[in-house]
């Protein structure tokens, strides 16, 4: 194969074989983000390069190493966006929806990460996000965390387990950080080099390392929760009975930090033990200083992503099964005159019973291969308009799944028989 006809590693194409499952997701999500009153918002999948540095941070994985960033014709640096966050942020400033307005935002489509492409981790990948801006919470934290729990059950999801943390206020988080430093400075020797880099920009991201040599260090490591001012504490404390007072399943990871740099008090993660090492399913947080460190009026705000095709997988994997793209009725029309009045009868149909899927025998052919072709695409009815027919202005109907008789009726009164049979 010649390069051009080559897919881009880590970038897949979702066959029509799939699709139904994607499409069973994406309507649910509709259907739960109606549920709780959150609009669509749809934001371009390039942004200026300057708007990710700024808002997910320098030192974090994504900007040090995963953005697809060029310049466009004009020299403008450009990223394709590897998140949603910062782009829903950008448009609520520069569409001027803020002024004290609450909005309570969704989309999905895809995000670009330059990873190395294994299961459940691509560079085209797609994220259903949500946000809800001007709101400071607890309250809508838990209405949104429990949002989640109610999509698992709707999905019949059960392999999910949610964690919670805090990470107070930039200025706790701080004096946070100068402990962390402090401590992880004691031990460096034992740290990788991974972490040791991290050390300089971002001490906490130290917290989320893989590495299993390094967990006893990240076992000792001081708690957020233990630095944690007094008005983050309390929130955290009201987020905790909201959620038991639903009876949500949840455990504080006092360790659970969170990769990028905006979050603010309120972070959580779904993760599964269905998936293997990519067990991360849904990861979100509160980010009440991002809007105003972008130059909007400041604005409490949270929000959450989720992979759409790790929650494929989980959907497979518990056996949900895409709903059947099987057509109602295929018209056998053979013979150049009975395929014009077919074509035209297909239309007729279509228009009288919209709901249903009619499907035309298309590429001629005798009744046999015409007959073939109906049995195959696993339609219940056949239509058959042949020479015959068409001579005493009937069609014919035969069920192909069953054993039953052949009905014959007028022309005319075609879509009021096939709606009775396929009721039956
Ligand atoms: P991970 O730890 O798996 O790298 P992350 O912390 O980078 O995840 P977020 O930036 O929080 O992920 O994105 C939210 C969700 O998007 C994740 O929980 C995951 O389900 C999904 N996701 C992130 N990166 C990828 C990817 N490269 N391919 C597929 N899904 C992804
Ligand atoms: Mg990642």
New binding site residues.
């Given amino acids: 194969m010649t390069s051009g006809v080559q897919p881009i590693r880590g970038m897949n194409d979702v066959l029509p074989a799939d699709i139904g499952l994607w499409q069973h997701l994406e309507a649910t999500l509709r259907e739960l983000v109606a549920m709780y009153g959150y609009d669509e918002i749809r934001v371009p999948v390039v942004e200026h390069t300057e708007l990710f540095k700024r808002s997910i941070g320098e030192y974090t994985?994504i900007v040090e190493k995963e953005m697809y960033t060029f310049s466009d014709q004009g020299g403008d640096s450009l990223t394709l966006r590897p998140?949603a966050t910062a782009g829903i942020a950008r448009a609520a400033i520069s569409n001027g929806l803020l002024r004290g307005q609450k909005h309570k935002l969704w989309c999905i489509g895809p995000m670009f990460?330059h990873?190395r492409p294994q299961k459940?981790?691509?560079?085209q990948?797609h994220?259903f996000d949500v946000e809800a801006l001007g709101y400071e919470g607890p309250d809508v934290d838990a209405e949104m965390i429990v949002m989640i729990g109610r999509l698992w059950r709707m999905l019949g999801v059960t392999r999910v387990r949610l964690q919670v943390n805090s990470l107070g206020t930039p200025a706790s988080r701080a004096a946070y950080r100068e402990e962390l430093v402090r401590y992880f400075r004691g031990h460096e020797a034992a740290l990788d080099a991974d972490s040791r880099r991290r050390l300089g920009g971002n001490p906490l991201r130290i917290l989320d390392s893989k590495n299993p040599d390094m967990q006893a260090i990240v076992a000792g490591a001081p708690l957020i929760l233990d630095h944690l001012d007094p008005e983050s504490r309390a929130h955290f404390a009201a987020l905790k009975s909201a959620l038991r007072a639903t009876g949500i399943d949840y455990t504080v990871n006092p360790r659970l930090v969170?990769?990028?740099d905006y979050y603010s008090r309120t972070v959580f993660e779904w993760t599964t033990d269905a998936l293997g090492a990519?067990d991360?399913?849904?990861?979100g947080g509160r980010y009440d200083g991002l809007i105003a460190q972008l130059g909007g009026e400041s604005t409490p705000a949270i929000g959450f992503?989720?992979?759409i095709?790790?929650v494929v997988e989980l959907l497979r994997g518990a056996g949900v099964v895409p709903v059947a793209r099987a057509p109602d009725v295929y018209i056998v029309a053979p013979g150049e005159r009975a395929a014009a009045a077919g074509l035209a009868l297909a239309e007729r149909l279509r228009e009288a019973l919209p709901q249903r899927r009619i499907a035309f025998g298309l590429g001629g052919g005798n009744f046999k291969a015409q007959f073939r072709r109906a049995d195959r695409s696993g339609a219940r009815l056949a239509l058959v308009l042949g020479d015959s027919e068409m001579d005493r202005g009937v069609v014919a109907i035969k069920h192909l799944r069953r054993d039953a008789e052949q009905i014959e009726c007028p022309v005319a009164e075609a879509h009021a028989r096939l709606a009775a049979v396929l009721e039956e």
Avoid at 120 to 123: E, L, M
Avoid at 280 to 283: G, H, I, P, T
């Fill in positions: 994985d998140e990460r990873e459940g981790r691509y560079r990948f994220q969170r990769g990028l990519q991360a399913v849904c990861s992503a989720m992979g095709e790790r």
